[in-house]
């Protein structure tokens, strides 16, 4: 904006307006709103809901098994785990089969979390899509799990 030290965007919004963008955009404010919703009436952040989840999804993973499923690195699992240990949500066995091997496991506290929380952002976020009445949400769903399998597919197909 002139004379006001700020850059003037060239043709609007410099992103464009794109599907991609709207996308990424509508993700970041939905996350934003999970965290604020589970900070306030769970006492966790999205990323602690997220790292619960995605164990409660899988069958006693190792570290790096839950590393490259939350798509982060061994070492910011393993730097986790142990307040996670603390809070009562996650307890660890050793493999007997594989020396260093340290298996994940869902407490019952940590999966009861997971269910309730999950329910609540579910009821949150369907009661202010319920005030969408012009768009068809269902359709939406659809539409969007189809265009998320052929983006899957494709990066499957790179190897």
């Known amino acids: ?3 006001t030290g700020e850059l003037e965007p060239v043709g609007g919004d ?3 307006d794109r599907l991609t963008v709207t996308l990424h955009h509508l993700v ?3 996350d934003e709103y999970a965290d604020g919703l589970l900070s306030r009436e769970y006492g966790v952040s999205l990323s602690q809901y997220l790292f619960l989840a995605v164990l409660c999804d899988l069958d006693s993973p190792d570290i790096t098994t839950l590393a490259r499923c939350l798509r982060v690195s061994k070492a910011a699992v393993s730097k986790r785990v142990g307040s996670f240990v603390d809070a ?3 307890r660890t066995s050793d493999d007997p089969g594989h020396g260093r091997r340290v298996v994940l496991h869902p407490t019952a506290a940590g999966t009861r979390l ?3 929380a999950g329910e609540r952002l579910e009821a949150e976020f369907t009661a202010k899509f319920a005030r969408v009445t012009h768009v068809d949400l269902a ?3 659809t539409d969007l799990k189809v265009v998320l399998a052929t983006l899957q597919d494709s990066t499957a197909a790179r190897g």
Do not use: F, S
Request: hydrophobic content about 55%; proline content about 6%; charged content about 10%.
């Open 1 to 3: 904006m002139e004379g």
């Open 14 to 16: 410099p992103l464009g």
């Open 28 to 30: 970041d404010v939905l």
């Open 88 to 90: 009562g949500w996650v």
């Open 114 to 116: 997971v269910a309730t």
């Open 139 to 141: 359709a939406l769903h």
